[in-house]
């Protein structure tokens, strides 16, 4: 062999390993990158197929208000801003849920009305049966939440988590509470712990039953409470559930959600000194099929209101009284059962309408009416 021709195969040889390496090596980059790209995407369709699929269905209020100043928290337009903002608010929240939204209104809970709320409650309960569902947050100002909640803790026949929430401070305040409570609220929907536990309240930490939970103050963050009848849980980075609800809620009542289409009118008349017999005539007059009574003390009916109840039970309509007190339990009253007026339990005046008005879509015999009241 000459020596030209042995640096030819040398070359030959040393041109072929390099390709050979450099081709291996842009294969083991492409596989390399490859790998990246499936392990990302494994990932994500785990980590995703991991998470809860948690959908919030936004009806306006504080949570979703706007102000022009940042440190006013009154006068501002509740229901301004819409669920892509409140869900884009807090990005958080996807790390913990698969979130979706929806809109359904955008009021200030006080025009929430018995259409508006039939809608919500339909649509929520479509959501829960359909198995990309599993747990439904509600955003709602505070005003009315608690009626809302309470609707829906009788009416829908699923144990999946659906919890109600709101804020104090509009989106634009200083110290905005609605970023935290809404991220809390999806925390607890997408938590196996809340399942079965009927329609939940969510502010400021706390976890309270429907049935239970009552707005008390006008304008502070810590307005909810539950008092009396103690909170289900507290937050605190994790849930952590103390209690459970005895009354009976969601797939144990008598109503579904599927079944109704209206809702009868109920109207509540507060007691007050001096207070006449007129605002039942009145009530009775302008359609009214149920009445609840806000009386003093333990539900206590004066003897003109009294005329106005009986009355008004004459034409057919149910008389609940409940108390103005704010807790405590309106027990039965012999004298005032004789004449078929009825007893609110430990539900506040706003809470025995929602099931007043439940009650009667099923029957207007009052002992059963009643039943309603103790058991749920
Ligand atoms: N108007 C009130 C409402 O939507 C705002 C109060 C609130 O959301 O806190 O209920």
Do not use: W
Request: glycine share 8%; proline share 3%.
């Amino acid at each position: 062999m000459t020596k030209k021709r042995m640096l030819f195969i040398v070359l030959g040889l040393l041109l072929l390993i390099n390709a050979g390496c450099s081709g291996s090596n842009e294969s083991r980059n492409e596989t390399k990158a490859r790998a990246k790209t499936e392990t990302a995407s494994v990932k994500t369709a785990q980590g995703n197929d991991r998470l809860p699929n948690i959908r919030i269905l936004a009806t306006g209020g504080t949570i979703a208000g706007a102000n022009q100043s940042k440190t006013s928290t009154t006068n501002y337009k509740a229901g301004a801003v819409g669920i892509d903002t409140l869900i884009e608010a807090v990005p958080e929240m996807k790390d913990i849920a698969n979130i979706s939204g929806e809109q359904v209104a955008n009021i200030g809970s006080q025009n929430m009305t018995n259409k508006t709320l039939l809608k919500l409650s339909k649509r929520a309960a479509k959501l829960l049966a359909s198995d990309d569902v599993d747990g439904i947050v509600v955003t709602h100002g505070t005003d009315t939440l608690e009626e809302t909640a309470y609707f829906l803790n009788l009416v829908l026949k699923s144990d999946k988590p659906v919890v109600v929430v709101g804020s104090m401070r509009p989106s634009t305040a200083i110290g905005a509470d609605g970023p935290a409570n809404l991220y809390n609220a999806v925390k607890v929907a997408a938590s196996k712990e809340a399942y079965g536990k009927g329609t939940m309240v969510v502010l400021n930490d706390r976890i309270a039953a429907a049935r239970y939970v009552t707005k008390t103050h006008t304008t502070a963050p810590d307005t909810f409470k539950s008092e009396e009848m103690g909170y289900l849980g507290n937050i605190a980075d994790g849930i952590y559930f103390h209690n459970d609800i005895t009354k009976k809620h969601t797939k144990d009542t008598d109503f579904n959600i599927s079944k109704i289409n209206q809702l009868p009118q109920v109207d509540i008349i507060y007691g007050y000194q001096n207070d006449g017999r007129y605002l039942f005539d009145a009530a009775i007059k302008a359609g009214a099929k149920g009445i609840i009574y806000a009386g003093s003390g333990n539900g206590s009916v004066s003897d003109e209101a009294k005329k106005g109840a009986v009355a008004a039970v004459k034409k057919g309509a149910a008389v609940v009284r409940s108390t103005r007190t704010g807790s405590g339990v309106v027990t039965p009253n012999p004298d005032l059962e004789k004449e078929n007026i009825l007893a609110s339990n430990s539900l506040n005046p706003q809470k025995a309408r929602i099931l007043l008005m439940l009650a009667l879509t099923k029957t207007d015999d009052p002992k059963k009416i009643q039943s309603y009241f103790e058991e749920y």
